[in-house]
Nanobody, 114 residues
């Protein structure tokens, strides 16, 4: 399964970005999916996940600011990120969740800076 994350970029504090994750070679509908992030020098952490039936869970650090959603028809998982902070700067990856089963791919870089 090839996962491709996109939508990252440079944004000012308080701004918003929407990340997308698509998959080739498989259908995501059968998996709980999540967004993970890894800041420089830190471990990769799960920040948001959505179950196969659409139930969502968030890390405390992003609760109330990030929203994860899935579109099974489009085989895509989204992460809407609002009120971004400099500490949200990281490479963001998608994978199955809570257990990552697939190759990580390149991820997409999010930089929050003025």
């Amino acid at each position: 399964v090839q996962l491709q994350a996109s939508g990252g970029g440079l944004v000012q504090p308080g701004g918003s970005l929407r990340l997308s994750c698509t998959a080739s070679g498989s259908f995501l509908r059968g998996y709980g999916m999540g967004w993970y992030r890894q800041a420089p020098g830190k471990q990769r952490d799960l920040v948001a996940r959505v179950t196969t039936v659409g139930r969502t869970y968030y890390a405390d650090s992003v609760k109330g600011r990030f929203t994860i959603a899935r579109d099974n028809a489009e085989n895509t998982v989204y992460l809407q990120m609002n009120s971004l902070k400099p500490e949200d700067t990281a490479v963001y990856y998608c994978n199955s969740a809570p257990t990552p089963l697939f190759d990580w791919g390149l991820g997409t870089l999010v930089t929050v800076s003025s």
